[in-house]
C-alpha cells in the first residue's frame, strides 16, 4: 500500500504563490499515477491535477490550467503543486492521491489512497 503526506498549505493574499508536497511511502510508487483534488468548506471534492508514472503527462482542470504546476520527483517519492496567481476560489483543504490502476482518471471514488489534506487559505 502507499501512504501519502502533504505539505505546504498556508494563507497567502490574492496573486500569491505556495508550493504543496505530498511525500509517499509504500511499494509501487514510481509508477503509480497521482492527482491533487481539493475541497472547499460545504463543497464535494474537485480534481485538480492528475500526473502519470513517470512524470512525463500531466492534466489540469480548467479552472486551474495555466496556473498550478504538477511535478514528481520518483526518487524521492515526492509529487508536487506548484501554485501562483492564487485565487480566493482556491481556498480549499487539498490532498495527494495514488492510483496503482492507472485508471482513476479524475474520479475520487477510483483512488486507492489519499493524505490527510494541507489547507490553503487566499484572501482578498
Known amino acids: 500500500q502507499v501512504q501519502l503526506v502533504e505539505s505546504g498549505g498556508g494563507s497567502v493574499e490574492a496573486g500569491g504563490s505556495l508550493r504543496l508536497s505530498c511525500v509517499a511511502s509504500?511499494?509501487?510508487?514510481?509508477?503509480?499515477?497521482m492527482a491533487w483534488f481539493r475541497q472547499a468548506s460545504g463543497k464535494e471534492r474537485e480534481w485538480v491535477a492528475r500526473i502519470l508514472g513517470s512524470g512525463g503527462t500531466t492534466y489540469y482542470a480548467d479552472s486551474v490550467k495555466g496556473r498550478f504546476t504538477i511535478s514528481r520527483d520518483n526518487a524521492k517519492k515526492t509529487l508536487y503543486l506548484q501554485m501562483i496567481s492564487l485565487k480566493p476560489e482556491d481556498t480549499a483543504m487539498y490532498y495527494c492521491?495514488?492510483?496503482?490502476?492507472?485508471?482513476?482518471?479524475?474520479?475520487?471514488?477510483?483512488?486507492?489512497?489519499w493524505g490527510h489534506g494541507t489547507q490553503v487559505t487566499v484572501s482578498s
Open positions: 509504500g511499494y509501487g510508487y514510481s509508477t503509480v499515477s
Open positions: 492521491a495514488s492510483c496503482p490502476t492507472g485508471t482513476c482518471y479524475t474520479t475520487p471514488g477510483r483512488y486507492a489512497y
